[in-house]
């Protein structure tokens, strides 16, 4: 292909959408050849957004290229990185000087944002808008993990973007860097898919999204939850990493005749997954009703109900909070339902009306937030302020659940346990990891050759060097029975546990040391998440902070 005059910076920048797309994904440009030069193998990345965009673009580089299938060309990183910065200082100042972006500008660009997203199985996009620096960073939640998304773009850029979602098709009125907004939105994307015959085949979809900003020191961040991504399959327990015995007496509860069954664990943390799962299991034949806020999954069934809350609005007339948790708690009373899942039980009010309900016959699920199971019961009755005396009565609590999600090893680049040291030299974390899992070997007697570790230094394809892909729940729950109502009553959680371990309960811990000597978790992401994995002795700590260096 005979080198051109026009410059590679120009030529790009006189088609917006595949400047865009550049500036958007930082990983290659076309030089004044047509090559496309990317610092990622094209196993690595899909380049093929921004392959059609040159081949069917009539503007950038005059047209020259048009109708040309762009060759790839493995470059360095730094390359690409001074490339994609002149394009963006170039086109910047032009750039933010436009009028503000059409709604179907704006639309497209959200739509790219979303898709990369999925495509890269993130649960989250964050937004970080700077004053300070006039900067936007967009980053991403995968598997558990805070990554860059789509680096160093103008602060326009992401306003743009976050003022779209927010009031053209979230329905707020206005959204600014001052502003505090909370908004749901649903946008058509093209989603990848697997088809029943194992082919990749893309599909438009309607998908649905939570949009959060709060006020920061240097600017404003959004974050972004996907809600539904299309019509997704509900995962059962199983396929969520429960055991059989998680299983069986999760299911039993929530097909019960009555009771409440309360479930904690931090924000992200799979609980409205793994309800929905448990939810599933309820016969046709029995009404279920969710509140939520948003409503996060659509069950099945004309059995199947669910309604949006919103703890903002208020009722001009009334003057009253007529979408509350509290209101159509209230409300279902008269609604005949076999089992209600309340989205969170947040604040007094919302724990006074759950409890309420869960003396009416039927049965109860809500979510918490706090660090383990037996903690729901010093969190509802403490902060939440509902009476012990209602809390320990017969037939009311049946369970109380608390999980976690962790990273699980790729199957195909893991390391075992034997051959880790093998590795020391090219991970730093490794060697202390496999010390550790040996301490664990000698305190508890515990069978080791099943345990592996994350390789995350290989040209693995299927975890793209990562070393783990996809999460797995660990989980804990408490059966209450007589006993423990005894416990409850007197608010003796220590006894309690001492009790429960008598009676061989099986500890979040317990269920990841399982998961870590059966190869499917890595120690150093349990740790994350999990403590007390290895016996550590007070007085060694203190020593060693003694010690002078």
């Known amino acids: 292909m005979e080198a051109k005059t026009i410059d590679y910076v120009e030529g790009i920048c006189k088609d917006e959408k595949l400047r865009d797309l550049i500036c958007e994904s930082e990983t290659c440009y076309i030089n004044n050849d047509g090559y496309l030069c990317g610092y990622k193998n094209e196993n690595e990345f899909d380049y093929s957004d921004i392959e059609k965009a040159v081949k069917n673009s009539e503007k950038a580089f005059d047209g020259v290229f048009y109708g040309v299938q762009p060759k790839f060309i493995l470059v360095s990183e730094t390359e690409v990185r001074d490339a994609v910065l002149k394009i963006k200082s170039i086109s910047s100042t032009s750039v933010e000087s436009e009028k503000a972006l059409s709604d179907s500008d704006a639309k497209l660009r959200l739509q790219r944002v979303l898709e990369q ?21 967009l980053s991403q939640r995968k598997d558990g993990e805070f990554i860059d998304l789509m680096p160093n773009q103008t602060l326009k850029y992401g306003e743009e973007l976050c003022r779209y979602a927010a009031t053209a098709i979230g329905g707020q009125q206005a959204f600014s860097m001052e502003t505090q907004v909370d908004a749901t939105f649903e946008i058509m994307l093209d989603v990848s898919e697997v088809d029943s015959k194992g082919s990749k085949v893309t599909l438009s979809k309607t998908t649905k999204w939570r949009l959060s900003q ?4 240097d600017g404003s961040k959004v974050t972004i939850r996907a809600l539904q991504i299309g019509a997704e399959k509900i995962l059962t327990l199983k396929q969520l990493g429960l055991s059989k015995g998680h299983i069986d007496a999760f299911v039993k509860i929530v097909n019960s005749a009555q009771g409440a069954l309360l479930m904690s664990g931090p924000t992200g943390s799979g ?19 969710s509140l939520e806020d948003p409503v ?38 008269r609604h005949d339902t076999n089992c209600l899942y309340f989205g969170e039980v947040r604040d007094k009010e919302a724990a006074a009306i759950f409890m309420r309900l869960a003396t009416t016959g039927q ?6 937030h706090c660090n383990s199971a037996i903690s729901i019961i010093t969190t509802i009755a403490e902060q939440l302020g509902v009476p012990v005396s209602q809390l320990a009565a017969p037939g009311i609590i049946k369970g109380l659940a608390h999980q976690r999600l962790v990273r699980t090893l790729c199957p195909d680049c893991k390391i075992p346990h034997e051959k880790a040291n093998e590795y020391f030299d090219r991970d730093s974390s490794l060697e202390q990891a496999y010390e550790d899992v040996e301490k664990m070997r000698l305190q508890q007697d515990v069978d080791v050759s099943g345990v592996y570790y994350r390789n995350s230094h290989s040209n693995c394809t299927t975890c793209k060097g990562s070393g783990e892909k996809g999460r797995t729940a660990l989980f804990e729950l408490i059966l209450v029975d007589a006993k423990a ?3 409850i009553r007197e608010l003796k959680l220590n006894e309690w546990l001492e009790h429960l371990k008598e009676q061989g309960f099986p500890s979040l811990r317990d269920h990841a040391q399982s998961k870590l000597t059966s190869g499917v978790l890595d120690y150093r992401s349990i740790i994350e998440e999990v403590d007390g994995l290895v016996e550590e002795k007070v007085e060694h700590s203190y020593q060693q902070m003694r010690v002078m260096e």
């Open 117 to 137: 997203a999925i495509a890269n199985g993130a649960s989250d996009v964050h937004i970080r808008l700077s004053n300070k620096h006039g900067t936007s960073e």
């Open 271 to 289: 609980k409205t997954t793994t309800i929905n799962a448990g939810l599933s299991t309820i016969k046709s034949t029995k009404v279920v009703h």
């Open 363 to 368: 049965v109860m699920v809500g979510t918490i």
């Open 214 to 217: 709060i006020k920061i020191d």
């Open 296 to 333: 996060e999954f659509l069950r099945q069934g004309k059995n199947n109900f669910s309604t949006a809350v919103n703890e903002d609005f208020t009722d001009k007339k009334t003057k009253k909070k007529t979408k509350s948790f509290q209101h159509y708690g209230k409300v279902l009373l």
């Open 485 to 487: 109502r005894e416990f």
